[in-house]
C-alpha cells in the first residue's frame, strides 16, 4: 500500500521563505521535498539514519530528474525520426545545375538556425518545458469553466 502525503499549511519569516525559495531552485526539488527532508532530519535523532533519509531523498529527486530526460530523450528521438522521414520523403533530387546554388542556400540557412539556437539556449528556457508549460496550461481547469 502506497502511503499519501498530507497537506501542512506552515508559516516562515520572509527571510528563511527566501533562503528556501532560493535553495529549492538551486537544488531543482520542490519546496515541499525540501522542507520534508530537514523535518525529517530534525526528527531523526540518529545520524545514519538521518542521513540515509537524506540519502534517499537525493535518490528519489534524481530518479524523477531521470525519468523526465528519459522522456525529453525519447520526445526527441521521435522528432528526429519523423522530420528525417518527412524531408527523405517529400524532397525530390536536384538537378545537378541547381546543387551549387542549393548548397549555398543551404548553408546560408544553417547558418541562420544556428544563431537562433544560441539565441534560445542564452534564454535558459528550453523548447520541451515550454511545451509541457503549454499542455498544461491548456489541461488545468479555467477558474470560468462550469465544473
Given at each position: 500500500m502506497q502511503?499519501?502525503s ?5 508559516y ?8 528556501l ?10 519546496k515541499s521535498a525540501l522542507v520534508?527532508?530537514?523535518v525529517?532530519?530534525?526528527l531523526?535523532d540518529?545520524?545514519?539514519e538521518?542521513?540515509?533519509a537524506?540519502?534517499s ?7 524523477r530528474?531521470m525519468a523526465g530526460?528519459?522522456?525529453d530523450?525519447?520526445i526527441l ?5 519523423l ?7 517529400s ?10 546554388a ?5 548553408l546560408e540557412r ?11 539556449l542564452?534564454t ?6 515550454e511545451?509541457q508549460r ?8 479555467r477558474?470560468?469553466?462550469?465544473a
Amino acid at each position: 500500500m502506497q502511503k499519501r502525503s498530507r497537506r501542512l499549511n506552515v508559516y516562515f519569516d520572509p527571510e528563511i521563505h527566501r533562503q528556501l525559495e532560493a535553495r529549492a531552485i538551486r537544488r531543482d526539488i520542490s519546496k515541499s521535498a525540501l522542507v520534508e527532508t530537514a523535518v525529517l532530519s530534525f526528527l531523526t535523532d540518529d545520524d545514519s539514519e538521518r542521513q540515509e533519509a537524506a540519502t534517499s531523498r537525493r535518490l528519489d529527486r534524481l530518479s524523477r530528474q531521470m525519468a523526465g530526460l528519459e522522456d525529453d530523450v525519447s520526445i526527441l528521438a521521435e522528432t528526429l525520426t519523423l522530420f528525417i522521414r518527412f524531408w527523405l520523403t517529400s524532397t525530390p533530387p536536384l538537378p545537378d545545375s541547381a546543387r551549387a546554388a542549393a548548397r549555398a542556400m543551404g548553408l546560408e540557412r544553417f547558418e541562420g538556425f544556428l544563431t537562433a539556437l544560441e539565441r534560445r539556449l542564452a534564454t535558459g528556457d528550453r523548447f520541451l518545458r515550454e511545451r509541457q508549460r503549454e499542455v498544461a496550461a491548456r489541461q488545468e481547469p479555467r477558474s470560468d469553466d462550469p465544473a
